[in-house]
């Protein structure tokens, strides 16, 4: 059974989506999954490749690469990260199909609806991956293998959540590669700058899918399937305090450790740690609803977390 049969919107799709009003009727499922329908994935997995490329501007020291340059990166990953956090999501729908349809908000997704069978989706998948390779290949030497190297942890990511109580912190470990993808395609190496900031993103993600998760808390203990916001429960306002400090403590090592005195990098990193700071105290754990708005704020997150790394390259410049 294909899409042509049958056209189902998940309950959790946005209604007023491009998908259900401009997409041609048998493209749909597969554009829902892949999610095009909801980019917030997208910018969640874009937003690190740029973090990545803007430390490494400051790294670099003294005159910046040329615009045109950094421009085509920054659309190379733009659309790199469009196929890849689709491919992604299709093989963990190819996996999770059995689960999904046991949970509410994910019974009607393209597999678990029978909008797509797991042979096309695994073709869909395979295309999606050759275009994100044409895209990988565009960069230098270092970043290949370094994306390269990411696979293994996507492909045991869909499995996490079976044996692991943290499964969002393996999402943080693969969802933001690119800050290091980013990094060494301008820098050419690895540098502990890049890994602090790596990290700084591991902790990024560990809050905002921990708030993700608890849309899924109650179906997710019927079936088994294990996750952060199960295991923290009523201390997720306290953890989640923890994390995202850790998120602007490493983001402001990562900016030390490039060698950045000014002060004015430090500063800009207030709007994100007040942007945090809402999304943990409005915070209802008991309101799907209510978390689907705060995890949604994350991509708001990002280009405040960006903007204090491009005060950091401008402070650089000037220096």
């Not at 329908?37 to 490329?53: E, N, S, V």
């Not at 997704?109 to 390779?133: E, K, M």
């Not at 943080?172 to 700058?193: E, I, K």
């Not at 429960?233 to 998120?247: D, K, M």
Request: proline fraction near 6%.
């Amino acid at each position: 059974m294909t899409g042509a049969a049958h056209n189902h919107r998940p309950a959790d799709a946005d209604p007023d989506s491009w998908v259900d009003h401009i997409a041609p009727l048998r493209t749909r499922p597969y554009l829902r999954l892949m999610r095009a329908d909801r980019p917030i994935g997208t910018w969640l997995l874009l937003l690190p490749c740029w973090f990545g490329m803007a430390l490494g501007v400051v790294a670099l020291g003294g005159p910046p690469p040329s615009l045109f340059s950094l421009g085509v990166d920054v659309a190379l990953f733009a659309i790199g990260s469009i196929v890849m956090r689709g491919a992604g999501c299709v093989y963990n729908d190819i996996v999770d199909r059995d689960i999904d349809a046991q949970v509410a908000r994910t019974a009607l997704r393209p597999l678990p609806a029978g909008d797509v069978t797991p042979r096309a989706a695994w073709v869909f998948l395979i295309c999606l991956c050759l275009i994100g390779l044409g895209v990988l290949l565009q960069f230098n030497r270092m970043a290949i293998l370094t994306g390269f190297a990411a696979l293994a942890l996507v492909a045991a990511y869909p499995f996490m959540k079976r044996i692991t109580w943290w499964p969002q912190l393996w999402l943080g470990l693969t969802f933001n590669w690119g800050v290091l993808v980013g990094f060494v395609a301008l820098v050419g190496q690895v540098d502990s700058a890049m890994l602090c900031l790596y990290a700084a993103c591991i902790f990024w993600t560990l809050g905002y899918d921990t708030i993700y998760a608890h849309q899924d808390r109650e179906d997710d203990a019927l079936i088994g399937v294990k996750s952060s916001a199960r295991r923290l429960g009523p201390r997720t306002r306290p953890a989640l305090i923890v994390f995202y400090a850790l998120v602007i403590t490493f983001f402001a090592g990562a900016l030390w450790l490039c060698g950045t005195i000014a002060p004015w990098p430090y500063l800009a990193l207030t709007p994100a740690a007040l942007h945090f700071a809402w999304q943990v105290r409005g915070l209802d754990i008991d309101n799907g609803h209510n978390c689907l708005i705060r995890f949604k704020s994350n991509r708001d997150a990002g280009f405040l977390l960006l903007f204090a790394l491009i005060v950091a390259t401008v402070a650089d410049a000037a220096a």
